[in-house]
């Protein structure tokens, strides 16, 4: 999909006689641009993501480790990551997609994710309304706490 956009983009930001326009021209299609940087389509690449993120980590769980990540989609708009256990209630993080924000439920908080366009016509990702965070930036916020820490008991 990445290779997808890389060619979308540089079909679209063509100038005068093929001249690829970059985000210092005046004539850069900061319209498609932004259009291709939408909620629905960083939505399908954070859960490509997140899935082959809880692959990794499932991969490399020992067999007889005491805790277990699942990754469930629930449709389109939606999907979750489970850390289950035997002795204690599973921890979930939910994704969901909202009209122009996603919103990511953890145990210990809510967060509102934002998608926007830099400056250097780079689509990124805010949380709260904080920071311009990469995808992976924002999986590793939420799923760290579910991968790596040790639930209370």
Known sequence: MASWFRAEYRRYNRGVAGQRLTPKDDEFN??????????????????????????ARASALSF???????FGENDARSFKVTRTNPLG????????????VIKIDTPSRTLTVTVRLNKKAQCRFSIDGNGELLRWQVAQEVLQPLFFDTPPE
């Open 89 to 100: 209630h599973p921890l979930v993080v939910s994704f969901s997609l909202e009209d122009t």
């Open 64 to 70: 007889d480790s005491n805790f277990n990540i699942l």
């Open 30 to 55: 900061w319209v498609r641009a932004r259009q291709d940087c939408c909620e629905e389509n960083e939505f399908a690449w954070l859960r490509d993501l997140v899935r082959r993120n809880c692959e």
